[in-house]
């Protein structure tokens, strides 16, 4: 069962608050996150994971500030979560058995954003003793989900962070992440370290900076060495968490700077597509608001790509690793949004379209896909970027800065809702909602819930927490209740499988009388099943969001209940990856609470498909009514376990959990005592020796492992032996860059070593 922590807070101080009005359009404060919501993930139907990047938070765990926590959706509560490695700017993605993976992060770092105590082979930190957090750059975190239900205190339901075992071939931080049609994960880009814009000034190595840059990709499970692709190459500079989804034909659109391709992953060929009209930038730091529409029977399940806001600064006002040159805060955000059909159904060129611009400019504005159809967006400010510093090029005193280290500011507090079936010129609307007094600014994040309402949190654009800034660490988290929230009755919709397939035989649903009112044809004809992924949140991006809608036919009941025959998911993985995803049953515009299903096989494996099955046809009753006007409005259903969706065999000569987490437990806890005296190359060593890891009795037979990522292979869901394949692994160890360059005086992420902060002239 989940443990009473002494930081298992209630986000208010009466326990009463606990029960908060629904109404439609209002945002509620609702709790406390204990850690800065840098990145969430929805896990299942009753938690909200939930990373913050290393950092002085008052939330303590095992002698340290934390990093991570557990949000409880039903009982709006926090519960810390031991993480090890800097998660700074990771990024993130599901896994085909419902886990999820964090990939990258930075160096470690003490009070002030200071390098850790213990420094690596490339003068970043491997350690520091007073945070206790380890290097996070080539890190790969896995997490099981677990439910109330669940045995807390079991290493299944804990972090998996140990990169002596498990990492990335490269440095990565700011990467971008997208899974393949077989579960796998490209990862693609990034910092090598810390900074503003991933590029020096002159820009005479746009491919590695000097060894600041990961011009490259590679694959987790591992599909060989990692390689260059030339797009991080000629996107230099604006490439950090590259805009990237998965197309139908198993090509990938990439966005960067204000360039655009379609990429290959099998031969990393580049396909050239038109660049972004008026040259604005989405990407980070520039953070528009980016996300692929409904993917429907009407049109084809074609997927077309949204881009609104960022900023169309000109080049040289960007800047470089140090900071921006111009003082971004006074340059206005962009209100102007762009679709475009990467892969059209005609054969047609693709070509950005204008669309709708938002109702006001915005930076770090993030997407969310609604049950209806429709997309939010939240967050985000009307002017400047996203990043932090204490200086640009024109306020070289941080004494000057006029709103601390934040770069952006007139915070946007009222929600937009973009309708992407209404004409054009009507597409927008903020009619009804409500504004929000917080500002979300930098590290803030967003994700739709189980009973389709959305939970914001985050925002912190401050090197440490800072509480008293203009714009400070912010731990209080919000819920959105969108327009649909304003009706009496909600669906009950039974009969939801928990797996579906790629095509294949049809299943049924039922939705009673009870879940709407009036004509029971009229319902059953307005009644549509979606598939919606939230995905990975960070950085106003959710990584892997898509919304799918099935087709289904209808069968109207006398009783005035109606039977929805479903087809299976479309019998091509590459329009949804495989994984979890929430099942809504939205009727007239009101969708049922979501029901968490695996979409695919739950392995890493080609999936298997099948012909798409005929669906009956539509039956009709004239005289079924619904009884739901004499019916209250649902309330969030109860979760079932999700104890089948396990983290699978990482790797290693270990045959059960068990052993690894007791042997991890003390290895970290020897680590931390040894770390301050270590020499700074071991560490956080990844030897080839049986040294590399430190242990007791069989269980610490040769557990070193090499970086590369190829050692995950998923279980099916269903297979509870956790057992461990060693099968793949290399034990030879391979760091082919550790970092930046020692002089990490370009860096505003990290002081000087001698603990003074330094701030040059911006060089052009």
């Known amino acids: 069962m989940l443990p009473s922590l002494p930081w298992l807070a209630f986000g208010v101080a009466s326990s009463s608050r606990l029960v908060y009005a629904q109404s439609a359009g209002s945002i509620a404060q609702v709790g406390d996150s204990l850690v800065s919501a840098m990145m969430m993930f929805l896990g299942n139907e009753e938690k909200v994971y ?39 700017c990771a990024s993130g993605m599901h896994l085909p058995n419902g886990s999820y993976a964090t ?55 804990q972090w998996f962070d140990n990169a002596t075992v498990l990492s990335m ?102 396909t050239q597509l038109p660049g972004m009209p008026g040259n604005v930038v989405r990407v980070y730091p520039a953070s528009g608001a980016v996300a692929m529409l409904p993917l429907t029977p009407a049109n084809n399940w074609t997927p077309t790509i949204l881009f609104c806001g960022g900023s169309d600064m000109p080049d040289s006002y960007w800047g470089n690793y ?75 005193n941080f004494s000057n800065m006029p709103y601390g280290e934040s770069l952006a500011a007139g915070p946007v507090g009222t929600p937009a809702i973009y309708n992407p079936n209404m004409p054009s010129g009507s597409r927008w609307s903020n009619a009804g909602l409500g504004t929000s007094n917080l500002a979300r600014l930098y590290h803030s994040s967003a994700m739709l819930l189980p009973d389709a309402s959305v939970m914001i949190a985050g925002s912190n654009p401050n090197i440490d927490v800072n509480l ?13 209740y969108p327009p649909y929230f304003s009706a009496s009755v909600r669906p009950q919709p039974t009969g939801v499988p928990s797996q579906l397939s790629y095509g294949g035989a049809y299943f049924n649903i039922t939705v009673p009388a009870t879940s709407y009112s009036g004509s029971a044809n009229a319902a059953a004809s307005n009644t549509t099943v979606v598939l919606s992924r939230g995905g990975f949140t960070t950085h106003a991006m959710n990584m892997g969001q898509r919304h799918l809608q099935l087709n289904n036919t209808y069968t109207v009941n006398s009783d005035g209940s109606y039977v929805l025959h479903v087809a299976q998911a479309p019998p091509n993985p590459n329009l949804l990856q495989p994984g979890p995803a929430l099942l809504f049953v939205v009727v007239n515009g009101i969708p049922s609470n979501g029901t968490m299903v695996i979409v695919g096989s739950g392995n890493v494996e080609t999936q298997p498909t099948s012909a798409v099955s005929d669906l009956p046809p539509n039956v009709l009753n004239d005289a079924a009514q619904g009884t739901g006007s004499s019916s209250n409005s649902s309330q969030s259903s109860s979760s079932k376990p999700s104890t089948g969706l396990i983290v699978g065999a990482i790797v290693g000569a270990i045959a059960v959990i068990g052993i690894i987490g007791a042997a991890f437990g003390i290895f970290m806890a020897r680590r931390r005592r040894a770390a301050s005296r270590q020499h700074p190359a071991a560490a956080y060593a990844m030897g080839t020796t049986k040294s590399g890891y430190v242990g007791s009795g069989a269980a610490a037979a040769d557990r070193a492992r090499h970086s590369d990522s190829s050692a995950f292979v998923p279980l099916q869901q269903d297979n509870p032996s956790l057992a461990w394949n060693a099968s793949s692994v290399s034990l030879q160890y391979q760091d082919d860059y550790g970092g930046r360059p020692s002089d990490v005086a370009y860096d505003p992420y990290h002081p000087d070593p001698d603990g003074i902060r330094r701030v040059e002239g911006y060089r052009s």
């Open 322 to 396: 140090s900071y921006p040159y111009y003082n971004t805060w006074n340059y206005p955000a962009s209100k102007d949004c762009q679709r475009l059909t990467p892969e059209p159904p005609d054969g047609s060129s693709p070509a950005y379209q204008q669309d709708d611009d938002m109702l006001e400019g915005r930076t770090m504005g993030q997407f969310i896909a609604l049950p209806d159809g429709t997309m939010l967006v939240v967050n985000g400010g009307l002017n400047g970027t996203a990043g932090y510093a204490q200086a640009t090029g024109m306020t070289p």
């Open 103 to 157: 990939f990258g992060g930075n160096g470690a770092v003490g009070p002030g954003g200071s390098i850790g105590s213990v420094l690596n082979n490339a003068g970043s930190g491997a350690y520091d003793a007073t945070y206790g957090d380890y290097d996070g750059g080539t890190s790969i975190r896995i997490l099981n989900p677990c439910t109330n239900a669940d045995d807390w205190s079991s290493s299944q339901c």
């Open 468 to 480: 008293s800034t203009i714009y400070p660490t912010t731990y209080t988290v919000e819920v959105f």
């Open 169 to 270: 071939q490269k440095r990565r931080w700011y990467s971008a992440c997208e899974p393949l049609g077989d579960g796998t994960i490209a990862l693609i880009g990034g910092f090598v370290n810390g900074g503003y814009i991933n590029r020096n000034t002159p820009n005479t190595d746009p491919a590695y900076e000097g060894g600041a840059a990961e011009p490259t990709y590679e694959f987790f499970p591992s599909r060989g060495a990692a390689t260059e692709m030339q797009f991080m190459v000629s996107t230099s500079g604006l490439n950090s968490y590259a805009h990237t989804y998965l197309m139908p034909s198993g090509k990938m659109l990439v966005q960067a700077n204000i360039s655009t391709m379609l990429w290959d992953p099998d031969t990393n060929a580049e």
């Open 50 to 88: 939930i990373l913050d990047k290393a950092e002085g938070n008052s939330a303590q765990i095992n002698g340290h500030p934390a990093w991570g926590s557990a949000w409880d959706i039903n009982s709006h509560t926090a519960t810390l979560m031991e993480v090890y490695t800097n998660t700074f």
